[in-house]
């Protein structure tokens, strides 16, 4: 009876946890954007408001860009400036170097934009509402709002489904024909409204192009030009059809009426004509019209109870691969408050191991919500943008931001969410060829600075107009390229492997070879090169932010050049070509050990402009590649650790969220907590911050300032990180774990080799360990204490790190470890 009742107490938390404390709650409408609660499902977003009389629902459909596919030569003259650009840098004149960069740039990006906005105006007689709560259950992806107004409760709850390709809004009253709407919907687009069988239609068309909002032009910032003659342009349409049991419904262009009804139900559907990154949207675009009314009009023919079953059963088969439970010595003070007020009370330092949960799983819910097979990739903002010139453009940003939305795909076992960024990367790939040879004369595919959804791969700048140490940053395909590998090392798919993966990383890997050229030792270099977005000052004491051989760019090369080897190897192909790569990598710039002990990060150990800068593109070795750990590399980790106290922990919200799997990999669990808990720290409104003040919104969004998703994704990836790592080809259980995380439970957690792993701790100490294998062939686990493994004959094996011990598996077998007294 004894054991039967410590087992309940140690599952109860974990399943309380799971049904009834993943909400975002509130006690008041949201005033801002960052207090409104997201929903998507891939395609159609929504951000809801809650707001009693005037409710707004923001909405957003995934493929509603400006501007169309770039298809001419934009800058024929940029070959001819790259030998001089390497001249000037092999001079020692890296100024001229930059300004003769400028001169190899193309254009912007185009930008994300927001589909239109629902109004939902209701009548009360009284002024203010009793009873206001609303919440984002995010175990279930439903947003609902109640109230109680003139002695009626009111109810909205809010989904998108992903099953049926709609948002569905339920309204309901306590009380009969309470209900009286007028429904209205808005574009910050041009468009104009109609009527088609009841149903409120919005037509739009997007701009032909829109400047980033960070450009100061004389000209509009934002065009409609001709779009008939240079394919750009999409069309969208949004739908908005109610469906009631009651009362009556009358519709006109201003919107739809509704009158005494007890009932009301919305379906919103939404599409636009886009059809593919090489496809004019004009005269080649999917008809947008036709795709919205099939899905509106499929859904008007079934039930509510049909509808939000569908969407359960679409959404579980995602959320409920992955559970977590966190406990510790201090009870939380907190748990109980709403939302805003309880990120506010754990800024102050109370224990919350519930809201770190929560902060996980939202991570998770947000991906499951922003990226869908068949879809764009989560952009800059996942799904979700405000604006006609949002932050940055919305879009695809390559020198981490796009890669870190995709951290946690793998690992929190979401892996065909995966899906939307190797079918970007495969657009890239077509342009990335053509870039690589109109702007360089080279072989191979790249990808600069940032890409949108026409693939965009140019040097970004509007031809001349923007900082080389960002704009010509030459490194995106190759980053890019890891994400196949990774997905091909999480679910040991060979076919992916052969047929998508193997031949982008291996034009990839040609144009690097290409790139690379001798310096004065004999080694192999990138110029030019930049340390994305930071500046150094140079011997003579001038600031410069393109030089030679940056550590990021050698380290992303030869993690490049070390994934198509092992590649090549696998498939047995390549043969000739892969020694070549071999001899290539032998001859890469190595990493440098500076003076105070640090990873140098430039061509010299040269001092930085800004030392506390929020990029620290150098460790990528540590992470997110695997070229250095103290485990294999210990100097190396050590100057990386120097590193990391000289870059200090403040930065920007997703900065933050990079350094969280910085410390995981580092081993230093309670330094990673310090960084999540500084994540963790409400933030307002309060415009562009570079240097610091990165934290959480009271909706829970990543906060740069302003607003960019990829820290929400970071922080999910750095936690499971902290919990699980198998980037060594190993399974390292409970590899980073916090002081502040003393008992706990995860299931489901993915790991290299197609491995699934469950863990439960107790006193910092594991106490049980499944581990499911999905291809068979040997596990090998690190552990901070001696295993057995049930029913296999084996012996942990003591090192400098912790235990290993290592056994066979067999394909769809699991297999139980637990610690040895």
């Known amino acids: 009876m004894k054991n039967t009742i410590l087992l309940l107490f140690a599952i109860i938390p974990a399943v309380g946890m799971c049904q009834s404390s993943l909400k975002l709650w509130y006690e008041q409408p949201a005033k801002t954007w960052t207090e409104a609660l997201p929903l998507g499902n891939g395609r159609l977003g929504a951000m809801v408001f809650g707001n009693e009389k005037e409710e707004l629902i923001q909405l957003n459909e995934s493929s509603l860009w400006s501007g169309g596919p770039v298809s001419e030569n934009v800058n024929p003259d940029a070959p001819k400036y790259l030998p001089q650009v390497r001249q000037a ?114 037509k739009g068309v997007a701009p032909t192009h829109v400047d980033p909002n960070y450009t100061r032009y004389k000209r509009e910032p934002v065009s409609y030009n001709d779009s008939l003659s240079n394919c750009k342009g999409m069309r969208f349409t949004l739908l908005t059809r109610a469906l009631n049991k009651d009362g009556s419904i009358n519709t006109d262009t201003s919107g739809i009426q509704i009158k005494n009804a007890t009932e009301v139900l919305l379906l919103l559907s939404a599409a636009t004509s886009f059809n593919g990154f090489d496809k004019c949207p004009v005269s080649e675009g999917k008809d947008e019209n036709q795709i919205a009314k099939k899905y509106v009009e499929a859904a008007a023919l079934k039930s509510y109870s049909q509808l939000f079953a569908n969407h359960l059963a679409d959404y579980h088969r995602f959320f409920n691969r992955v559970t977590l439970s966190l406990r510790n010595e201090k009870p939380s003070t907190s748990a109980t408050l709403p939302t805003d007020k309880r990120l506010a009370a754990y800024t102050a330092g109370s224990s919350d191991p519930d809201l770190e949960v929560l902060y996980f799983q939202y991570g998770r819910y947000l991906l499951i919500s ?20 949002p932050p940055w453009s919305s879009n695809y940003t390559t020198n981490i931001n796009v890669q870190m939305n995709y951290w946690p795909a793998e690992t929190t076992n979401l892996s065909e969410l995966h899906q939307p960024l190797f079918g970007l990367i495969q657009n890239l790939a077509v342009t990335g060829k053509k870039t690589a040879k109109e702007f360089y004369g080279l072989d191979g595919w790249v990808v600069h600075h940032n890409s949108d959804i026409w693939a965009l791969s140019n040097p970004v700048g509007d031809l001349g107009n923007g900082d080389p140490k960002w704009a010509n940053w030459a490194m995106g395909a190759n980053w890019l390229c890891q994400h196949l590998w990774e997905h091909y090392q999480f679910t040991q798919n060979e076919k992916f492997l052969k047929d998508t993966a193997y031949p982008l990383m291996k034009d990839a890997v040609i144009f690097s070879l290409a790139w690379l050229i001798p310096d004065k030792d004999g080694y192999l270099i990138t110029a030019p090169s930049g340390s994305p977005e930071n500046t150094f000052i140079d011997e003579k004491g001038v600031q410069g932010g393109i030089a030679q051989a940056s550590t990021m760019d050698m380290s992303i090369i030869r993690d490049l050049f070390s994934h198509f080897i092992k590649a090549s190897q696998q498939l047995n192909i390549d043969k000739s070509f892969r020694d070549t790569v071999i001899a290539k990598e032998k001859m890469l710039y190595p990493f440098h050990i500076g003076k105070k002990g640090n990873l140098v990060e430039w061509y010299k150990d040269w001092e930085d402009v800004e030392v506390h800068h929020r990029h620290v593109s150098h460790l990528f070795g540590l992470h997110p590649g695997e070229q250095i750990s103290p485990v294999k590399t210990p100097a190396l980790a050590a100057a990386a650790r120097k590193t990391l106290e000289i870059r200090g922990d403040e930065g920007t919200g997703w900065s933050k969220a990079w350094k969280i799997n910085f410390w995981a990999r580092l081993l230093d669990g309670n330094h990673a907590y310090v960084l999540l808990r500084d994540l963790l720290h409400l933030t307002g409104e309060s415009g562009t911050t570079y240097a610091s003040g990165g934290g959480t919104y009271p909706n829970l969004f990543d906060a740069h300032p302003p607003f960019q998703i990829d820290g929400n994704f970071a922080a999910t990836a750095g936690i499971a ?28 957690l993915r790991a290299r080799g197609a491995y699934e ?62 610690a040895l007294p």
Request: glycine share 8%; with cysteine; hydrophobic share 35%.
């Open 89 to 202: 840098i092999f001079e020692g004149d890296y100024k001229k170097a930059s300004d003769l960069s400028k001169k190899m740039q193309g254009v912007y990006s185009e930008s994300y934009l927001p589909l239109g906005d629902l109004m939902i105006k209701q009548e009360f007689r009284s002024t203010s509402s009793e009873s206001y709560y609303r919440e984002l259950d995010i175990k279930d992806a439903v947003a609902t709002t109640r109230f109680k107004m003139d002695g009626v409760n009111y109810t909205r709850q809010l989904f998108s489904s992903a099953a049926d390709q709609v948002i569905v809004i339920r309204l309901t009253a306590d009380k009969p024909n309470q209900l009286n709407l007028k429904i209205s919907a808005h574009s910050l687009l041009k468009y104009a409204n109609s009527v088609d069988n009841n149903v409120l239609v919005l």
């Open 370 to 389: 922003s990226s869908r097979p068949g879809n764009p990739p989560a952009n800059l903002q996942g799904i979700w943008n405000k604006s006609v010139r």
């Open 721 to 748: 990180e902290m919990l699980l790592q198998s980037h060594l080809g190993e399974l390292h259980l409970l590899a980073a774990l916090p002081g502040a995380w003393k008992d706990g439970q995860v299931k489901g």
């Open 757 to 818: 792993v469950d863990m439960d701790w107790k006193d910092h100490k594991l106490t049980n360990v499944s581990i499911k294998s999905f291809k068979g062939g040997s596990c090998k686990v690190r552990t901070g204490m001696p295993v057995r493994v049930t029913g296999v004959k084996v012996a942990s094996q003591k090192t400098a790190e912790g235990y290993v011990t290592s056994f066979e598996t067999q394909k769809g077998k699991v297999y139980q470890l637990s």
